[in-house]
């Protein structure tokens, strides 16, 4: 992710609400992919710096604080683009929800900004009723109104169902979070990182189900046609398979052919949101700078997408062995505790392959 420029010069981030140096407002223009700072015309209304138009805010701006996204002013939704994808908040009765919603919010919006930099689809349900993304934020529910504990408790499980994203918000806990992580003996669990293995599920359905990518996939990832059901159910009761760290891109991965494709899909976006950030700070390896894979470029011909696909691949496994030699420096784990296998690189530069014809579909739409 990208850093930002106040009007004023000061350097922004994603999340900032207000400049530290001057005290404008901020928000971020979905449209433009910018973040702007907004001054008030003489007609008392917001006016982004960036391009001069007329925005308002998103109303779980104004009212809660989490979200910085505007609206345009002649548009008649109260909510954002990102918020009108919520299906489901947590309570907000519960005291400690409100932060947990914030750091929620935080992680899905970071997934769309990626999302849109790479010119995907991102439809409401409002649009497509029946496949359109949405989320849906749920808790476990363990206890009565009252505080008593329930006899039949429902537990929440992360996933994506026909366009919902559901999200435990007990994975925005820290603490929840790594103990889920420990018992379950995975080196690496994030809110981003469900946010990002969900939505590959969601562009499954869309790119690969049903498409002329469905035999391809099924080339490299397996025939998702077996059933999920046992298979999940044999990964739980046996681990994964025992050669797992030779053919996937992780552990989880081995369960099924769709959490295989799904897993890669999540580590395709680590890598162009991670170099892209690099890239912006302009960073730079063994005096190699590490170069932007989120620049807009043509169409994709066979020849770029093989050398682009080669030159991010190489871009990451020199930025990760800085990025862990660094979190070690620290006394913290690995930022990325991977080891790629040839087999789960192929898987890599074949998503690299969809998401870039789908680049040029766009392209094609809006020339």
């Known amino acids: ?46 006016q982004a710096s960036s391009n001069g138009r007329i925005y308002r805010q998103c109303k779980n701006y104004t009212d809660y604080n989490v979200c910085n996204w505007m609206i345009p002013f002649d548009e008649t939704h109260d909510y ?77 499980n992360t996933g994506h169902h026909a366009g919902i994203i559901t999200i435990n918000v007990n994975e925005a806990q820290h603490s929840s979070r790594l103990q889920i992580r420990e018992s379950l003996n995975e080196n690496y669990r994030t809110l981003i990182g469900h946010f990002r293995h969900e939505s590959g599920h969601y562009y499954w359905d869309r790119f690969i189900k049903n498409s002329s990518q469905l035999e391809p996939f099924r080339a490299l990832f397996g025939d998702e046609r077996i059933d999920y059901s046992q298979a999940m159910q044999d990964y739980y009761a046996n681990g994964p398979k ?7 891109v992780t552990a989880y991965a081995s369960m099924h052919p769709w959490e295989d494709w799904a897993e890669t899909w999540a580590h395709y976006l680590h890598m162009v949101d991670t170099l892209e950030t690099a890239s912006d700070f302009d960073f730079s390896v063994s005096g190699n700078k590490v170069a932007n ?23 990451w496994c020199r930025l990760t062995a800085v990025l862990n030699g660094l979190n070690r420096s620290m006394g913290l784990d690995d930022a990325y505790p991977f080891v790629i296998p040839i087999s789960a690189l192929d898987k890599l530069r074949f998503v690299h392959q969809v998401v870039l014809q789908n680049d040029d579909v766009y392209q094609q739409r809006h020339s």
Request: proline share 3%.
């Open 242 to 248: 025992q050669n797992w760290q030779n053919v996937w």
């Open 293 to 315: 894979p989120l620049v807009a470029s043509g169409q994709h011909d066979q020849v770029y997408t093989a050398t682009s696909f080669t030159h991010l691949f190489n871009d």
């Open 1 to 46: 992710m990208k850093t930002f420029v106040c009007q004023c010069g000061n350097k922004l981030h994603f999340a900032n609400s207000q400049c530290v140096v001057c005290g404008l407002l901020l928000g971020f223009l979905p449209d433009d992919v910018q973040l702007s700072a907004f001054t008030r015309n003489r007609f008392d209304n917001l």
């Open 80 to 156: 954002c683009q990102a918020c009108q994808l919520n299906e489901v908040i947590p309570n907000l009765d519960i005291e400690h929800n409100k932060r947990l919603w914030y750091r929620l919010e935080q992680a899905k919006r970071r997934l769309l900004y990626t999302l849109y930099k790479l010119k995907l689809p991102v439809v409401n349900r409002r649009d497509e009723p029946l496949t359109g993304l949405g989320f849906e934020f749920l808790e476990d529910q363990v206890k009565d109104e009252f505080g008593n504990e329930l006899t039949v408790k429902n537990y929440v």
